[in-house]
């Protein structure tokens, strides 16, 4: 007999909706976030959200399941725990809000796109045991979860259109955003690098240093910095004469970062201890922080505000939702 997946053995249209739930509307912490009220409600009952129950084994299978997948190893701070079910709580709850408010606005389902699921499901168990003697109650469970994920979906999708922004919609968040259109320093850099395996002994690596010191002393004299890089340097630059090109803020090893941050243009640094060797830096230009002009980043502005304003409607429309909603907590789970 064809082995049946455990999933389906345990289907349950709360369990499916959490992963659609958790993938789909996850949220971080809010400081707006309400504070909902905390009662003793039967030991089976997570919450209830209006007339809505959410079952505890929802909430506890949730938190098992996101632990798994949010924390990978070691032991968890308990602030983190405690943030963690508080997201978890949080989704559960603003997936019931949600599914209401989609009623509530009248969207409608797919019911083709919702068989066409439950088909695949069919052919893929049809020959299992367990899907011929549950198949009515899986079929009814399945139904009502693609159904209510439908409904998300199509809510979401609602929600995020937004109108085409004016021309001093999109210039006045340029204006506000001035980080986002600015290209950032960068420097353009030669190298040359002397290479040492990381397991290299300590005399090796010795030695990688003194002959840096011999290249500087010659460079110091006037020697030609792309002909030793060609000669000596390990690193693909190498065939260009040691030329990497312009080098954003950040994209160097740190303390590689912290020698070349400190060199005017022309100047060379001492030896440079890397994980793949000794490294020689020349500074050959530097080039400031640009503010990039509205006329030429006018359509990436128009985008980065389209963006934004689709999260700010769905954030605000779930914050609207838990604000008006009545919703208890059981004091149990906490």
Known sequence: MKRFPLELKKLSTTVLLLAF???????SASANKPEYQQKELAADVFARVGDETIPMKTFEAAYRDGIRKRFYHGKIPQAQLDAFKTEVSQNLIDQVLLIAEAKRRGISVDKQNIQAQIDVYEKRYSQSEHWKTHKASMIENLTRVFAEQDLLQKLETQVRQIPEPSEQDIKTFYQ??????????????????????????????????????????????????????????????ASKGGDMGFLHQGMLAKPAQAVVDALQPGEVSMPV????????????????????????????????????????AWADLKERLRLNAAVAINSAAY
Not at 21 to 27: D, G, P, Q, R, Y
Not at 182 to 187: I, N, S, Y
């Open 273 to 312: 201890g890397l994980l793949s060797g000794v490294a020689i830096f020349r500074l050959d230009a530097r080039q400031a922080a640009e503010l990039n002009q509205l006329n030429k980043v006018a359509e990436r502005a128009k985008q980065l505000y389209q963006r934004q304003a689709q999260e700010n």
């Open 21 to 27: 739930a958790l993938s789909i509307f996850s949220l």
């Open 176 to 237: 506000n955003n001035p980080a986002l259109f600015t290209t950032p320093a960068r420097d353009r850099l030669s190298l040359i690098l002397l290479k040492v395996a990381p397991s290299s002994a300590g005399d090796v690596w010795q030695a990688a240093y003194e002959e840096a010191q011999q290249l500087i002393s010659r460079l110091n004299k006037g020697a030609d910095f792309a002909q030793l890089a060609r000669i000596h340097s390990g690193d693909e630059s």
